[in-house]
């Protein structure tokens, strides 16, 4: 394969933009790193690789971490399982970043990558907070979750579904007691933009500083 000059100095701009970003990170107290990796070595296929990362505190170029952790497990595909996964589970007492604030919250990923063959992959991704702020709204109990996956009668087809609710959900012009979306929708594997789609949006004891609402959908 032969790579042309502008796409080669296009990645060493991107690869020495990241290392710059990872040279202005800055731990309270050096951060905990295990890596653990079981396999045969005689079948690249049967490794399992075991990553665990804790910091106290952690000052980066998109924001700041206080007592963090990450794990991540990775299993590789192999002739039993045709689908290898990569799990990944990050915790944060509090982090704060240009976009928003985030207390005791939690994230957790799983993805099963196909391999060669044409088994479908599944994408999962919970989010949970005690607390969530952004410069547009705040909320407490916050919960997201996205689940996507491939067609099982097309390949080249996904299909999508995303839960978001929170309580105590406050903005500038509004407050209610609890909020709850919900959108499922279908797009091409090359192409993000949905090809239909069905979103549901409700809303629980309104309050506005004209008037007081029940519930809205």
């Keep these: ?31 905990e790193l295990i890596v653990t990796v079981n396999g045969d070595a005689r079948d690249m ?8 990362l804790r910091a106290d ?6 924001g700041n971490l206080t007592n963090g952790a990450l794990v991540a497990r990775l299993t590789a595909a192999d002739g039993t399982n045709h689908t290898g996964a990569i799990a990944v ?17 939690t ?14 992959a599944n994408v999962e991704l919970e989010v949970a907070a005690a607390d969530v702020g ?3 709204a705040a909320g407490r109990d916050f919960q997201l979750t996205l689940h996507a ?13 995303l839960e978001i609710q929170a309580k105590q959900v406050l903005t500038k012009w509004a407050q209610a007691d609890r909020a709850r979306v919900s959108v499922h929708w279908t797009h091409a594997l090359t192409n993000a933009i949905p090809l239909d789609g069905v979103g549901e949006f409700r809303l629980g004891t309104i309050h506005t500083r004209w008037a007081d609402l029940g519930n809205c959908n």
């Design 45 to 52: 296929q049967s490794f399992r690789t075991l990553i665990t």
């Design 89 to 105: 589970e990050v915790r944060a007492a509090e982090a704060a970043t240009p976009w928003g604030s985030v207390t005791n919250g």
């Design 57 to 62: 505190g952690a000052r980066t170029p998109w």
């Design 134 to 136: 952004t410069p547009w």
């Design 1 to 31: 394969m032969v790579v042309d000059r502008g796409t080669r100095v296009c990645c060493k701009k991107h690869l020495r933009d990241f290392a710059d970003a990872l040279e202005r990170i800055q731990f309270s107290k050096p951060p």
């Design 107 to 120: 994230l957790v990923a799983h993805l099963a990558a196909p391999d060669i063959t044409n088994y479908a």
């Design 149 to 161: 996956a491939r067609d099982g009668t097309s390949t080249n087809t996904v299909r999508a579904n």
